[in-house]
């Protein structure tokens, strides 16, 4: 016979927490709001395709989120975030956790044959966007005392591959400012963290070869790459330890790869 469950999202890990992602439309960013839901989150997910997030709404639903409020956002224009977070409903302006995953590379191109509007769309997401919305985010989360911020970062940079300069320098650029944002916040306690996976397989090559399927496919090849559903898991368990615990950084690569540079790949 079965009992019925007197358990609410309340008692869940990121019970009554409320969690913006974005870059929720696909990915880490998607496997994210997936894990954060069964652990009962409130979920803010923003990206430029609203319609694929209002896709997920009900299955995120299912899996347990107490809530789920989606934002047309392209995290490139800096009075759009400003206008977005200032204009979130009263219900949903105390975000616990930030998530700023929305990024991508574009191009895999020696500098100095390089695409310089692929260079501009990676710097103005990965870097300036970034930025945007932990500056309209962040002071939220000092003025009520409380806070997390995970930004997605990559080996890529740590360590320079070669044709993949600039998108390695913007993740270069994620870890330093991760790191200032960290010294800044220091006295408060508002926690930050950078995640930094290696080759994870989602639509981030597809996007790489500017939609090019059958290239972004070879990138995958021969081996075993990291899931979304790991880099979630390992974000799910930064934002989950107590509260006078900072995890500052999180590296975590497939069994076949070692750094940016090599990988075990199978030939058969
Ligand atoms: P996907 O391409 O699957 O997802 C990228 C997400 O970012 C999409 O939801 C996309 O949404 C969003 N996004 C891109 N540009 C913008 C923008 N201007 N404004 C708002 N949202 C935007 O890639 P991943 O899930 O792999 O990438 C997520 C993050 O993880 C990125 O920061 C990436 O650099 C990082 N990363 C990825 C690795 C990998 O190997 N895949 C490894 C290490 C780090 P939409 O297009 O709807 O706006
Ligand atoms: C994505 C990982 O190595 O493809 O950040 O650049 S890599």
């Known amino acids: 016979m079965t009992k019925s469950s007197s358990i609410s999202t309340r008692d869940l890990p990121l019970g009554g927490k409320i969690a913006f992602i974005t870059g929720a439309s696909s990915g880490i960013g998607a496997a994210c709001a ?6 009962g989150a409130r979920l803010l997910l923003a990206a430029r395709r609203e319609d694929r997030l209002r896709a997920m709404t009900a299955d995120l639903r299912a899996a347990g989120a107490e809530d789920v ?3 047309a956002l392209d995290v490139r224009d800096k ?6 977070v200032d204009g979130l409903p ?7 956790i930030l998530i700023n995953n929305a990024g991508l590379s574009r191009g895999l191109e020696k500098v100095y044959e390089g695409h310089v509007d692929d260079w501009e769309e990676m710097i ?3 870097v300036k966007g970034l930025l945007y919305v932990t500056r309209a985010v962040v002071p939220g989360m000092v003025e009520r005392g409380a806070g997390h911020v995970v930004n997605l970062g990559s080996t890529a940079g740590h360590m320079t591959y070669p044709n993949g300069a600039v998108y390695c320098a913007t993740k270069a650029a994620e870890n330093r400012i991760t790191e200032g944002l960290r010294e800044d916040l220091l006295g408060t306690p508002v926690r930050v963290t950078t995640i930094d996976p290696g080759m994870v397989e989602t639509e981030f090559s597809k996007v790489r070869f500017h939609g090019d399927e059958g290239r972004a496919a070879k990138v995958y090849q021969g081996l075993t790459p990291l899931q979304a559903e790991d880099v ?3 974000i799910l368990w930064a934002v989950t330890r107590p509260a006078h615990v900072n995890i500052a950084q999180v590296v ?3 069994v076949d790869q070692a750094n940016s540079l090599l990988f075990n790949r199978r030939t058969n």
Do not use: G, M, P
């Open 34 to 39: 997936e894990s954060f839901a069964r652990a």
């Open 69 to 71: 409020h989606t934002i």
């Open 79 to 84: 009075k759009q975030v400003e206008a977005v």
């Open 90 to 96: 009263a219900a949903w302006r105390a975000i616990d």
């Open 124 to 126: 103005d997401t990965n």
């Open 232 to 234: 979630a898991d390992a």
């Open 252 to 254: 975590l690569t497939s």
